[in-house]
């Protein structure tokens, strides 16, 4: 009787994990859900309008990141991980809860474009400040508190995709309370993208 009920056991576990995973895929949303995360990074009594603007190390805009990587701020350091998130957002605050008020963190994905994309719509959302860089150059910032609301987003447009391997990096500083970021892409139609690959190795 105990091999049924484990085999049974085997197959909602498997099942489970395959509904989380996204594939190497955007969600059908376009929501990028494959991340390498870096955080929680202390920011004291700064507020969180000035720390969105401060490098907190020199290869923010396009950092090597990679799974078990380790990464120096200053005289602080932190290691990349690899996350997939349970909803569209990256919730910050659950993987870190010890320490989730007064923080900044950084989310990377490479996503690999089959051809040249061009005339994209980008758009970032963030809960408090956020920042958007793709291939290095900055896309999109907020600098004030809010609330994630789905579809309440900030856009930069007229995005474009190389073709292969793009580096794309979310900054997220959290003053109090929740602490959430999400990206994702639509063409000049409004259609979610989803014909890329996301990879969390360069």
């Not at 051809?115 to 719509?121: M, Y």
């Not at 809960?127 to 150059?137: A, F, R, W």
Request: aromatic content about 6%.
């Amino acid at each position: 009787m105990k091999t049924p009920l484990l085999s049974a056991l085997t197959v909602l576990v498997v099942t489970g994990s395959t509904a989380l995973a996204q594939n190497g895929k955007p969600d059908a949303e376009g929501y990028i859900r494959d991340w390498l995360i870096l955080a929680p990074y202390p920011i004291g009594e700064s507020s969180g309008a000035d720390e969105i603007d401060r490098k907190q190390f020199a290869t923010e805009a396009q950092p090597a990141a990679k799974d078990g990587a380790v990464q120096k701020l200053g005289s602080t350091e932190l290691t990349w991980s690899k996350t997939t998130t349970k909803d569209f957002y990256i919730d910050f605050k659950e993987l870190h809860p010890a320490q989730s008020e007064h923080v900044a963190g950084w989310a990377v994905a490479y996503v690999v474009a089959p051809v040249e994309k061009t005339g994209l719509t980008l758009k970032m959302n963030s809960n408090d400040q956020g920042k958007v860089y793709l291939n290095g150059k900055e896309l999109v910032k907020f600098t004030d508190t809010r609330t994630l609301e789905k579809g309440a987003e900030d856009s930069a447009e007229k995005v474009t995709l190389k073709a292969g391997v793009n580096v794309l990096v979310l900054k997220v500083v959290n003053e109090e309370n929740n602490w959430q970021g999400s990206v994702r892409f639509v063409d000049a139609t409004g259609k979610p993208v989803t014909d890329v690959k996301v990879q969390t190795a360069p």
